[in-house]
């Protein structure tokens, strides 16, 4: 089960289209930068995986935040 949690769209690494390749962008992304915990989230449009850092989720919705469904951790 897919679980829904909320970020501010501003705060993406990056955005991209294909599934595998924002995960390999986030391995490299996280090796590359010794960074925390990213999660791979399917953006509200179905349009895009978006990238964030794990720490910027919020489990409510705030100003400026949208729903996005996690994909993947890494």
Same mark, same amino acid.
């Given at each position: 089960m897919e679980t829904r949690i909320f970020f501010n769209p501003g705060d993406s690494i990056a955005n @991209?289209?294909?599934?595998?390749? !924002? $995960?390999?962008?986030?391995?490299?992304?996280?090796?590359?930068?010794?960074?925390?915990?990213?999660?791979?989230?399917?953006?509200?449009g179905d349009e895009e995986y978006? @990238?964030?850092?794990?720490?910027? !989720? $919020?489990?409510?919705?705030?100003k400026g935040q949208k729903p996005y469904d996690v994909k993947n951790t890494l």
């Open positions: @991209i289209h294909d599934y595998n390749e !924002a $995960v390999r962008q986030g391995q490299i992304f996280k090796r590359e930068r010794h960074s925390d915990d990213l999660v791979i989230a399917k953006g509200p978006a @990238i964030f850092y794990a720490k910027d !989720a $919020v489990k409510n919705p705030g």
